[in-house]
């Protein structure tokens, strides 16, 4: 919960549950994030209280959620599909045999000119194929869209995305028009009534219900946005809102993007390995490049390799030791691909390579913090080779608060990158609130008077990782 300053005034955090079922496969339950949520708002509110705030006071209820993960939901609005996101890869032969079509169509309405297995468009043509429960199916959601309308009470039929997470379906809408494509939902065999309702991040879709409300201990009726992206809210919080500003969202799925008018040729063409999307104010849009277990990598290995599992104070520790370590790490590579390799290299998996009797802990976080940065490296310098300019990025989410990995991705990239002091997604979406609550009239205006630098580092002697000593399969 934010003031109308932006000052955040109460705050709860839950971790959500991944699953594994199978070899590739990553789902969620998506109710349970509604679950979370509710318990979150609870707190808040109980935080406000105990500091003589009234919760009547609050204007507005808005949030944001990944892109790029769905669940089907019944005629009450209740998901009956596993929720599936971004880290799945159960899709990719499909994904491979509608590449093998050719069509154009792809790049030429969202700019994204491959499939790829982390679409939701794919993740509803199998769950259309698979799911025992698809007959039941009235709408695909995802999962900001889902607790919004669930605190509203809302059934299928009013099921709703905004036009940013609209575009994280992949394929399947005209990215610029704002709609669903006919055209390509025939092709991809999804039928249009599933498709939610487009709207605008800030468009009112319902208020708080009362049951809703009497859990939570907040007023009854209060104003629901429709929400919006992560990775949009992400680049809004940093001030990207018009063209030529390059953000690294150093998180979970670490990703590298880089913003645009509108779909540029030179980049949306196959094998170039970028995403498009739609930002959430009309007309910015952005590219984007991604290391699926980018900021997983890190977590991983702390809670794996150093057995220090949800002791956050230990990145520090790492990130301190790793200082003295040379840049290079004396040969010592990491494959980030824990989750499967790019395209071209799907079989490769995650490994360390050239270590020796002297390697330590820390010269294999620092081979894990070079590797993400090396893959960022490789996304400017498509960029550059398509006329886009890459020399200033803006980093953000977690991996921020690292000075040794922001300086090793300006080594790496080759561009200056910069911190800044910002409220985040989360007090974005605040801000977009109180949009939608008539409370501010120039969001430009906000997110200029919000942006504070806070770190300033400039690339040294070019960083490129050590050989791999042998041909990748």
Request: proline letters at 5%; a negative charge.
């Amino acid at each position: 919960m934010y003031d109308e300053l932006g000052n955040q005034a109460a705050v709860e955090v839950n971790p959500t549950t991944l699953y594994y079922p199978n070899p590739g496969w990553v789902q969620m339950n998506v109710h349970e994030y509604y679950e979370l949520a509710l318990k979150g708002m609870k707190s808040c509110a109980e935080q406000l209280r105990a500091k003589g705030i009234d919760p009547h006071t609050i204007r507005a209820i808005m949030g944001d959620g990944i892109i790029c993960g769905i669940a089907g939901i019944n005629e009450d609005g209740t998901a009956i599909t596993p929720y599936i996101n971004y880290l799945d890869s159960r899709t990719q032969e499909d994904a491979d045999s509608l590449s093998a079509l050719g069509l154009d169509i792809w790049a030429r309405e969202t700019g994204n000119p491959e499939p790829l297995c982390l679409f939701p468009a794919l993740f509803a043509r199998w769950l259309l194929r698979n799911d025992p429960k698809i007959h039941e199916v009235r709408k695909f959601v995802h999962n900001a869209p889902y607790i919004l309308m669930r605190l509203a009470g809302l059934k299928a039929e009013d099921a709703f995305i905004d036009w940013g997470t609209m575009s994280g379906w992949g394929l399947g809408y005209d990215v610029e028009a704002k709609k669903w494509s006919d055209e390509q939902l025939e092709i991809l065999g999804i039928d249009k009534a599933l498709m939610p309702r487009i709207v605008k991040p800030w468009d009112v879709i319902g208020r708080l219900s009362p049951e809703n409300a009497e859990f939570t201990g907040l007023p009854e009726g209060i104003p629901i946005c429709a929400g919006a992206g992560d990775t949009m809210q992400s680049l809004l919080a940093c001030g990207v809102y018009e063209p030529g500003h390059a953000v690294d969202v150093a998180g979970t799925c670490s990703m590298f993007c880089i913003s645009t008018g509108g779909i540029v040729p030179g980049l949306s063409r196959k094998g170039n390995g970028l995403i498009f999307n739609s930002g959430t104010l009309p007309g910015t849009y952005f590219y984007w490049g991604f290391v699926r277990t980018g900021g997983l990598a890190l977590r991983w290995f702390r809670d794996n390799v150093c057995n220090k599992a949800g002791d956050d104070s230990y990145y520090d520790f790492l990130s301190e030791g790793a200082k003295d370590i040379p840049a290079g790490c004396g040969g010592v590579r990491f494959l980030p691909w824990l989750t499967g390799g790019p395209e071209g290299f799907r079989e490769v998996h995650g490994c360390f390579i050239n270590m020796g009797m002297n390697t330590n802990q820390f010269a294999l976080w620092r081979a894990v913090l070079e590797a993400i940065a090396g893959e960022y490296s490789e996304i400017a310098d498509r960029c550059r080779a398509a006329g886009t300019p890459v020399d200033r990025i803006i980093i953000t989410e977690g991996g921020s608060k690292s000075p040794l990995w922001n300086q090793i991705k300006a080594d790496m990239t080759g561009a200056e990158t910069l911190t800044l002091k910002t409220g985040g997604a989360l007090a974005l979406n605040a801000l977009i609130g109180a949009y939608g609550a008539g409370d501010v009239e120039d969001v430009h205006a906000k997110l200029r008077a919000g942006l504070t630098e806070t770190g300033h580092y400039v690339p040294g002697e070019k960083l490129t990782l050590p050989e791999i000593p042998f041909a990748l399969k």
